[in-house]
């Protein structure tokens, strides 16, 4: 079984710089698109950013050209390289997982809590 775990959130000021990591455990990891989501309290978790098995990437239009999504297939790893940050960032982020063939199976780590405050 796929288990997924995220770590690296933190407390930062705005206009400063945090690098979330993602960590698949199990086999596949090749064949899996990768997400970044985050949430607030009250609020339904929103999609940041994707990132396919080719690597292809796409973003939230409020992060475009501030976050950057990387994957290293070796690695099992994903990351968030996060810049310029905004108090509007602040929330919960979470890693996801699911393969590209299934529409029905995914796979969500822990979440790690990132602070900007205003």
């Known amino acids: 079984q796929v288990e997924v775990a995220e770590y690296g959130g933190g407390l930062v000021q705005a206009g400063g710089s945090l690098r979330l990591s993602c960590v698949v455990y199990?086999?596949?990891?090749?064949?899996?698109?990768m997400d970044w989501y985050r949430q607030t309290p009250g609020n339904d978790r929103e999609l940041v950013a994707i990132i396919t098995p080719g690597s292809s990437t796409n973003y939230a239009d409020s992060v475009k050209g501030r976050f950057t999504i990387s994957r290293d297939n070796l690695k099992n790893m994903v990351y968030l390289q996060m810049d310029n940050l905004k108090p509007e960032d602040t929330a919960v982020y979470f890693c996801h997982a699911r393969p590209l063939v299934s529409m029905t199976t995914d796979y969500w780590g822990q979440g790690t809590q990132v602070t900007v405050p205003s």
């Open positions: 199990g086999s596949g990891f090749s064949m899996l698109v």
